[in-house]
């Protein structure tokens, strides 16, 4: 073999390895509308599966009678279903942005297009993980922000890192006491769920204020 033909052939190697990496890498990382197709899919399926009615919230505003059967869609893409509203029409009972520090427990699971339950998560069952505490706030960047983590301060297990706008935006418009049942996308879900696309369906979610 001439040192030509080698050049050709480390050459065509080198190639190849490189349309082959990129291939893997392709594979690999998605895009986000790739993520939000395939999590429209889920939800879909999940909303099928558990014969769930949806009915569209208008103007963000939840109606009078809440209808406690339905989960209202909102326009960041929330699906709430009201369980209990809580005392917020009792002065002193609704969230107060920077003042009102909120304790909430929640049950459910997270699930993606490709899988319908990745993994549970129970702190009402559960007496071993203490509640999740956040502060209640108002901020828009990127999107509306109703809350600041306040992490535990006694090393204990805990679900801290499930916190996060699809779990604060309840109390925008709910009270103390307040039950709820979420359909959350990975768009308002913890940040480590964006890149995989990973959404969450909480059972039940309970806020109490502190």
């Given at each position: 073999m001439t040192f030509s033909k080698i050049k050709q052939y480390c050459l065509l190697l080198l190639a190849?390895?490189?349309?082959?990496?990129?291939?893997?890498?392709?594979?690999?990382?998605?895009?986000?509308?790739?993520?939000?197709?395939?999590?429209?899919?889920?939800?879909?399926?999940?909303?099928?599966?558990?014969?769930?009615?949806?009915?569209?919230?208008?103007?963000?505003?939840?109606?009078?009678?809440?209808?406690?059967?339905?989960?209202?869609?909102?326009?960041?893409g929330l699906y709430m279903r009201v369980l209990d509203r809580g005392l917020v029409g009792k002065e002193g009972y609704k969230a107060v942005v920077n003042e009102t520090k909120v304790f909430v427990e929640f049950k459910g699971y997270t699930f993606t297009q490709a899988k319908s339950e990745i993994s549970q998560f129970d702190i009402l069952g559960d007496p071993s993980y203490p509640p999740v505490e956040f502060l209640y706030t108002y901020a828009y960047q990127y999107g509306e922000t109703h809350y600041t983590p306040l992490p535990q301060t006694s090393p204990v297990a805990n679900l801290d890192h499930f916190m996060c706008q699809g779990l604060a935006y309840p109390m925008s418009l709910l009270g103390n006491g307040a039950r709820v049942s979420l359909i959350i996308p990975f768009e308002l879900g913890p940040s480590t769920f964006y890149a995989s696309g990973i959404s969450t369906f909480v059972e039940e979610a309970q806020y109490r204020f502190r």
């Amino acid at each position: 073999m001439t040192f030509s033909k080698i050049k050709q052939y480390c050459l065509l190697l080198l190639a190849s390895s490189a349309v082959l990496f990129t291939s893997c890498k392709e594979d690999k990382i998605k895009s986000l509308t790739e993520l939000k197709k395939e999590q429209a899919t889920a939800i879909k399926t999940l909303i099928n599966r558990k014969s769930i009615r949806v009915v569209e919230a208008q103007d963000n505003i939840l109606p009078d009678p809440i209808d406690p059967n339905v989960y209202y869609k909102f326009s960041n893409g929330l699906y709430m279903r009201v369980l209990d509203r809580g005392l917020v029409g009792k002065e002193g009972y609704k969230a107060v942005v920077n003042e009102t520090k909120v304790f909430v427990e929640f049950k459910g699971y997270t699930f993606t297009q490709a899988k319908s339950e990745i993994s549970q998560f129970d702190i009402l069952g559960d007496p071993s993980y203490p509640p999740v505490e956040f502060l209640y706030t108002y901020a828009y960047q990127y999107g509306e922000t109703h809350y600041t983590p306040l992490p535990q301060t006694s090393p204990v297990a805990n679900l801290d890192h499930f916190m996060c706008q699809g779990l604060a935006y309840p109390m925008s418009l709910l009270g103390n006491g307040a039950r709820v049942s979420l359909i959350i996308p990975f768009e308002l879900g913890p940040s480590t769920f964006y890149a995989s696309g990973i959404s969450t369906f909480v059972e039940e979610a309970q806020y109490r204020f502190r």
